[in-house]
């Protein structure tokens, strides 16, 4: 499979395209919920935007859409990478890590699928098993890309950019963690 379109960045769209579907999701879902009066306007979860109709549907088609949309542009960077490899490191674990971050960024995906089609206010326990796997599998998939630009660096991506995704892979640990913790505050006071 000739991948000369990928060096190129003729693939970026797939990437953009997530980043343009999963913030309108958010936006979509958020504002029909708190014009309708089904949440409340500050702070509400994302599912809980999601959570009543009509806002589930556009909500869950949306996240779908979001899903396929993170496994395509994994399945991009796996290849990407899966070239890159014979040129940059030709290491057994960069291509074991390769493979590994496309298993976890499936999971993640599929994960979001399973938060789109399980609302949290009908089935609750699959609703967070999938959000589980989408926002850990995220985090995780974030990291294993950030070690494998860093191994990369400096002939195929520069510093900057390798400093830009560790930043958000930290952020993502906070942001997770909290969000964790919180949840379980907030089942053990209530």
Request: glycine share 6%.
């Amino acid at each position: 499979m000739d991948l000369s379109c990928i060096k190129q960045q003729g693939m970026s769209f797939v990437s953009v395209c997530l980043a343009v579907v999963s913030l309108s999701t958010v936006i979509t879902s958020y504002a029909m919920s708190v014009s309708r009066g089904d949440v409340q306007s500050l702070f509400p979860y994302i599912s809980d935007t999601g959570g009543k109709p009509p806002e589930s549907c556009v909500f869950g088609q949306l996240l779908n859409t979001t899903a396929l949309l993170l496994f395509a542009s994994a399945w991009i960077r796996y290849k990407q990478m899966e070239d890159l490899d014979d040129d940059a490191t030709g290491s057994k674990k960069f291509r074991i890590c390769n493979l590994v971050s496309l298993i976890i960024a499936t999971v993640a995906a599929l994960g979001l699928s399973i938060v789109a089609n399980f609302q949290d206010v009908a089935v609750l326990t699959v609703h967070m098993i999938g959000a589980c796997c989408a926002f850990v599998g995220g985090v995780f998939y974030a990291g294993i890309q950030t070690w494998m630009s860093y191994k990369i660096c400096p002939n195929w991506t520069s510093y900057s950019v390798c400093r830009f995704r560790l930043f958000l892979t930290m952020s993502g640990i906070v942001f997770v963690l909290t969000s964790i913790l919180l949840e379980f505050y907030m089942f053990t006071v209530i």
